[in-house]
């Protein structure tokens, strides 16, 4: 596709379960990035991805949150033992190089109930 | 601690007139700043980048103002349009590498 795809695009789970969030990025971009979105905040910075490594994790806000990419493409979002405060919408950005000047192109973001 | 703050209110005005929206931030000094718009149930979308040391940028109906000085960007709508009804996010470069810090948004509604 032309876009940044992301699934699925709601979940709800019950608190305890784990769940999986998928980003799809712009084929040929070698950044990507997680954000997270809650009701009437800004975009809260989750992790950076440059190709498959992760240099930035520092927006990660705890150790039941992780994220893998593989082949420089596809990337999995993983939150283990999901809490309530978990619940919001997690969005998935790309870019062409990770640089400042690089526009990030958006998912539609994955809707996260936890009850 | 840093700080990006948008107008706190929801911006109502009729069609036709300009939008004028501001975002401030503390204790940063980024290179550049940018704007995106995002729509309900939608990922931002890029609007315009202005760079520290460009005063004005222009697109379309789209102004965007960066004053390094006062800290503080203002982002224009002129000739208003229903369409144009959205949550406009600012947002920076944190550390001039691939981080962005985004503002909390203003939602801007036109009235008919």
């Known amino acids: 596709g032309a876009g940044v795809s992301q699934s699925p695009s709601n979940k709800v789970t019950e608190k305890g379960k784990d769940v999986e969030l998928r980003c799809d990025p712009i084929s040929g971009h070698t950044a990507l990035y997680w954000y997270r979105q809650s009701l009437g905040q800004g975009l809260e910075f989750l992790i950076y991805?440059?190709?498959?490594?992760?240099?930035?994790k520092s927006g990660l806000p705890s150790d039941r949150f992780s994220a893998e990419r593989t082949g420089g493409s596809v990337s999995t979002l993983t939150i283990q033992r999901t809490q309530q405060e978990d619940s919001a919408v997690y969005l998935c950005?790309?870019?062409?190089?990770?640089?400042?000047?690089?526009?990030?192109?958006f998912g539609p973001g994955t809707r996260l109930t936890v009850l | 601690s840093q700080k990006i703050e948008q107008n706190s209110e929801a911006l109502n005005i009729q069609e036709g007139k300009t939008a004028t929206l501001t975002c401030n931030y503390t204790?940063?000094?980024?290179?550049?700043l940018q704007w995106y718009r995002q729509d309900p149930g939608r990922g931002p979308v890029f609007l315009l980048l202005?760079?520290?040391?460009?005063k004005e940028k222009r697109k379309e109906r789209l102004k965007v103002t960066f004053d390094t000085t006062l800290k503080q960007s203002l982002f224009h709508i002129t000739a208003s349009q229903p369409a144009d009804s959205a949550t406009y996010l600012c947002a920076l470069d944190a550390s001039n590498d691939y981080k962005l810090s985004f503002g909390a948004g203003t939602t801007v509604t036109v009235r008919a």
């Open positions: 991805f440059q190709g498959n490594s992760a240099p930035d």
């Open positions: 950005a790309s870019s062409l190089q990770g640089i400042s000047t690089d526009t990030q192109y």
């Open positions: 204790n940063y000094s980024p290179a550049y």
């Open positions: 202005i760079r520290e040391n460009e």
